[in-house]
């Protein structure tokens, strides 16, 4: 009776894990300031250390591992491999999807998930053609997979554009990768689908506003720390906002039992500057920090 109720819940993660690189060049990629002699002298060190870290920060969002975890700005499949087989997640039993996109620096997005609790039965990468002017930026993946409740769940994982320009002058790439995404979820009907993931945007942004008129339901849209300590995944400035997602289709969204963002006291630093506190990131510009992200995850738990 026991294992009945505990697979009757799937808990579900999105972290940017910001920059996850190796220590190598990767072929046709801007990745040099992630070498031993690049700008951040990126050392075998700091990326153990990172990996290690990254994996105590998966860890920490429930009792037991994830079942899934959505992770953006992961550098390559070394990366994944060193993740999952090699650091603190290495006995957590995780496999892995990820994409191999056009992106300059070398960014992709992952899910990595527990195959006793979710089944993979297809996936597909889908690619965002750049609009003009616009930088080639990371595809979206596609997942459809079978939970351990028999329950058929489709899950597409987003990181998109920056606004690194400027909001406005950028706004156009991030609706053009909402419209793509909406496009997708279209073609899988209207069973339990799950979209998430770094959008850039805040939930009051016309992407986000795209997404949620479509129908999908914004499960994280008031999460908060569950210690109290936040009121998002990111911090800007002082204020606190969330640039991290997860919605889901009525038909998922009505089995969510939990939302809140994993703010551990741990991941956080004081905010000498601004008051309170802000996520312990890795860098500040190019000033190392050792730290772990400067997002905080996301996670929900679903009832089935």
């Not at 993660?13 to 951040?40: I, M, P, T």
């Not at 979206?140 to 351990?148: A, D, K, N, P």
């Not at 210690?227 to 002082?238: D, K, L, P, Q, S």
């Not at 506190?277 to 920090?289: H, I, S």
Request: hydrophobic residues 40%.
């Amino acid at each position: 009776m026991l294992a009945l109720l505990l697979s009757s819940f799937l808990t579900f993660v999105q972290l940017n894990c910001e920059n996850l690189f190796d220590c190598r060049h990767d072929e046709g990629k801007e990745d040099f300031e992630f070498l031993s002699d690049g700008a951040r002298h990126w050392s075998p060190t700091h990326y153990w250390k990172k990996l290690n870290m990254i994996g105590q920060e998966i860890l920490s969002c429930s009792s037991s591992p994830p079942d899934l975890v959505a992770l953006c700005e992961v550098e390559n499949d070394s990366v994944l491999h060193d993740l999952t087989r090699r650091s603190l997640l290495r006995n957590a039993g995780y496999h892995y999807l990820m994409t191999q996109s056009p992106d300059v620096r070398g960014l992709d997005v992952a899910l990595l998930y527990q195959p006793h609790t979710f089944r993979p039965l297809c996936y597909d990468i889908i690619t965002v053609p750049p609009l003009t002017g616009m930088r080639p930026t990371r595809d979206i993946l596609y997942v459809q997979g079978e939970t351990i409740t028999g329950d058929t769940l489709h899950i597409f994982v987003v990181h998109a554009p920056s606004r690194y320009a400027g909001e406005l002058e950028t706004r156009a790439n991030r609706n053009h990768v909402a419209t793509i995404l909406l496009q997708a979820v279209a073609t899988v009907g209207s069973g339990m689908v799950l979209v998430t993931g770094d959008f850039n945007d805040y939930a009051d942004s016309p992407s986000l506003l795209m997404l949620t008129g479509s129908g999908l339901r914004h499960l994280t849209a008031t999460a908060v720390g569950r210690h109290g300590a936040v009121h998002g995944t990111y911090n800007f400035h002082g204020r606190w906002q969330s640039l991290d997602h997860i919605l889901a289709t009525p038909t998922l969204a009505d089995h969510a039992d939990t939302a809140f963002v994993n703010d551990a006291p741990f991941l956080l630093v004081v905010d000498d500057t601004y008051g309170g506190w802000k996520p312990r990131r890795t860098f500040n510009g190019y000033r190392y920090l050792g730290g772990f992200s400067d997002h905080l995850p996301l996670v929900v738990r679903f009832r089935f």
